[in-house]
């Protein structure tokens, strides 16, 4: 067999109350269900870490390029905003 694995009363007791709600077949599959959920949770998390270093890199530029754009559009504002 696998490794052995020792849940608390409390823990079994919430395991078996997910499995009901899950329809999981096993405890085991309510772990596997957590683990995954979890583990892309994780993944979620470092992405928008990745992405906020990607915008603090490109943030300037980009506003410089977004000022340029407006400088030179055919289409300008007149008067009030609308």
């Known amino acids: 067999m696998g490794i052995p694995f020792t849940i608390q009363s ?3 007791r919430q395991l ?3 499995q009901k709600l899950l329809g999981a077949p096993t405890k085991i ?3 596997r269900r957590g683990l995954l959920l979890l ?3 994780v993944e979620k998390e470092r992405r928008e ?3 906020h270093k990607a915008v603090k890199l490109v943030r300037k530029e ?3 390029v977004n000022a340029q754009m407006r400088a030179h559009s055919r289409f300008k504002r ?3 905003s609308e």
């Open 62 to 64: 980009s506003a410089m």
């Open 16 to 18: 078996k109350q997910l």
């Open 78 to 80: 007149v008067g009030g």
């Open 29 to 31: 599959d309510v772990l």
């Open 49 to 51: 870490i990745r992405w």
């Open 39 to 41: 583990y892309q949770q």
């Open 10 to 12: 409390e823990d079994n």
